[in-house]
């Protein structure tokens, strides 16, 4: 899931840090891109990966919150409760 957040390069130019910690029993990653250096391709079926790794963390019992930051950029946190020690 963490690796198909960072696909943010399909639809603009741009770089990004992946940032993973375990911390009391979840999972959180967290993806922020800095702002594209043009405008994003207007794709058909946009935004559905968001869609897709909405519902796979749901399932998990997890949340998927994203937006755009101060900068233009994008951030997306991943948290998944695991059972057990990593």
Do not use: F, W
């Not at 029993?25 to 990966?49: E, M, S």
């Not at 869609?51 to 948290?79: F, H, I, K, W």
């Amino acid at each position: 899931m963490v690796r198909r957040s960072a696909r943010c390069e399909s639809h603009a130019p741009t770089s990004y840090t992946i940032r993973v910690h375990y911390k009391d029993g979840t999972v959180h990653a967290l993806v922020t891109n800095t702002a594209p250096t043009r405008p994003a391709l207007p794709l058909p079926g946009a935004h559905q990966g968001l869609v897709g790794l909405r519902q796979r963390a749901e399932l998990l019992g997890g949340t998927v919150p994203s937006g755009t930051t101060a900068d233009g950029g994008y951030e997306l946190r991943l948290e998944l409760p695991v059972s057990g020690e990593p």
